[in-house]
């Protein structure tokens, strides 16, 4: 499967240099903005990957304005976004917009770099797997194909081949109250300027139309609504769209086309797992309610999450067991946003306004594995029984293992004849761990860096982070860099007393898997990592 999901499992296993397969069923790329929002823990994950063009040519959302019934007259404008005070730990802190039609030309872009292309037209018709690897049987313009390989990621969506040759259970609800029809659709309208506008009820009957010039000047997704209309029968019908809008919006409007269109409704269901031996699953793997726009992002998640663990273990460095955690630390996360977006579409439904019971949760910035068996805290006293609470809101006041790793600006890499700045994101890549070491002198940190030796250059890197009342002279240090933290941002972010020395180990993913003294914890993490280690 070739949506986002699937790309960017792509893309991380190639930067980590594993060489992979793409394929599609569907003969064309598909069109249509479908998720058009992207929290900022996204755009951090895709500045990971070094893929700025989301984040750049992505567009922030525009207030959303409602109208007093049968006029075009404004009754307020409201935010579809939760408003958070930027912070420097923070780099991406206004959510964007991008339809998921250009969100994946720009990856697939990316994959080029790798001399990796899609192949459309080609579907899994089925798979067998062994101890030793997965044999695939594709299909392309009626040819089959058997196809030997290790793993297989079936980012091909709930309805997929994959989900349902392995027998995933798919548990939920289907929510009949709430069918939506979205598509993108070029039309003008008199007196309509490019705001985000909603006209009519969310209950009863609505639209509203979101402008977006990746369809062209006049485009829009739009998005029609209520139990008064007849969904399933105005999605077969370019006729019946118009109409409708034309009922709904108290103005002449020229209609040019409609783009792509679909129904849905909210099913708010997922897997019990998302693997099973050698073949696993990303992305889609939970439908639920377009309300708060979560799912891509999920999706995108997923894939990232078991892009490291799979390529460690395809080179050799991990064991397989490392897989289990993938399953074990997503399946939480994806269970607890359920409950989130069921709860924003309950509060939409029942209030009338979309925007109603969204916060600041949906940034996804407070998502975290603080359970997962491979993170390790020598600061925190594990208590049996603890509540998991995946899907918190970001407290920056608090850090521990398993949380969203943060960054900091102005940081200042001494190592060199030239002082130049980074940031903390600048250092963190998807095929290695960055560890960490906070010290009050190069000095101090030197044991500590002598531990990493035993580890592969290739998937383990260092920083020292001094103090930033270091002086900037050349240090000399065994480490991959060292850095002074002029400003104090990073020692802020990462809650560091003046004096202390401590260890931050950030995996591959930019989520923080240890965080101990000294040596002795950073072995005893990357035990649970790296094989012999």
Not at 51 to 66: D, I, T, Y
Not at 93 to 119: A, N, W, Y
Not at 132 to 142: D, P
Not at 392 to 417: I, K, S, W
């Amino acid at each position: 499967g070739a949506g986002p999901a699937g790309l960017v499992a792509a893309l991380t296993l190639l930067q980590n240099g594993i060489s992979v397969r793409i394929i599609d069923k569907d003969p064309h790329h598909r069109i249509g903005q479908r998720g058009a929002g992207i929290w900022p823990r996204s755009l951090e994950l895709y500045n990971f990957l070094d893929v700025p063009e989301v984040n750049s040519l992505g567009k922030p959302a525009p207030p959303v304005r409602s109208y007093k019934p049968g006029t075009l007259e404004p009754l307020k404008d409201s935010s579809m976004v939760p408003s958070m005070e930027p912070t420097p730990s923070i780099p991406f802190h206004t959510p964007k917009m991008m339809g998921q039609q250009l969100l994946d030309v720009i990856l697939r872009r990316h994959l080029e770099k790798f001399s990796c292309s899609v192949e459309m037209g080609t579907e899994l018709r089925s798979f067998e797997q062994s101890d030793e690897g997965v044999t695939a049987v594709l299909a392309k313009n009626g040819i089959s194909e058997t196809f030997d390989t290790k793993w297989i990621i079936g980012a091909d969506g709930a309805k997929g081949i994959v989900r349902k040759q392995l027998g995933l259970a798919f548990l939920g609800e289907t929510r009949d109250d709430t069918r939506i029809v979205t598509g993108d659709i070029r039309l003008k309208g008199v007196g309509l300027d490019r705001h985000w506008h909603r006209f009519g009820h969310l209950s009863t009957r609505g639209v509203t139309l979101r402008p977006t010039d990746e369809i062209g000047e006049d485009g829009w997704q739009f998005f029609i609504y209520g139990h008064e209309l007849d969904i399933a029968k105005i999605a077969q019908s370019e006729e019946l769209v118009f109409e409708t809008i034309t009922s709904l919006i108290p103005t002449e409007i020229t209609f040019n086309k409609v783009v792509w269109m679909s129904d849905f409704r909210a099913n708010i269901r997922m897997v019990n797992k998302f693997s099973e031996g050698r073949v696993f699953v990303a992305g889609g793997m939970c439908i639920h309610s377009p309300t708060g726009g979560q799912g891509l992002n999920s999706g995108v998640q997923d894939a990232f999450n078991l892009g490291w663990k799979l390529a460690l273990v395809q080179k050799g460095f991990a064991d397989k067991s490392l897989l289990e955690t993938y399953s074990a630390e997503r399946l939480p996360v994806i269970s607890e946003m359920l409950g989130v977006t069921t709860s924003i579409l309950d509060k939409a439904m029942s209030s009338g306004d979309p925007s109603a019971g969204r916060s600041p949760i949906l940034y996804m910035l407070g998502i975290n594995c603080r359970f997962s068996t491979i993170v390790l805290d020598e600061f925190v006293t594990s208590v049996e029984g603890r509540p998991i609470n995946a899907y918190g809101v970001l407290d920056e006041g608090h850090l521990e293992a398993g949380d969203r790793a943060p960054d900091a600006p102005n940081m200042l890499h001494v190592g060199r004849a030239e002082p130049d700045e980074t940031t903390l994101f600048g250092l963190y890549r998807p095929w290695y761990h960055t560890v960490l070491v906070f010290a009050p002198s190069a000095t101090d940190a030197t044991q500590i860096l002598g531990a990493l030796e035993a580890y592969d250059k290739s998937v383990v890197r260092s920083a020292v982070v001094l103090p930033s009342s270091t002086p900037v002279t050349p240090v000399a240090s065994p480490a991959d860099l060292v850095l002074v933290d002029r400003e104090g941002y990073a020692y802020s972010a990462y809650l560091m007393e003046a004096g202390q020395t401590k260890v931050f180990v950030i995996r591959p993913d930019g989520v923080v898997g240890a965080i101990v003294h000294g040596a002795e914890g950073v072995k005893k993490y990357f035990s649970k990592i790296f094989l012999d280690a």
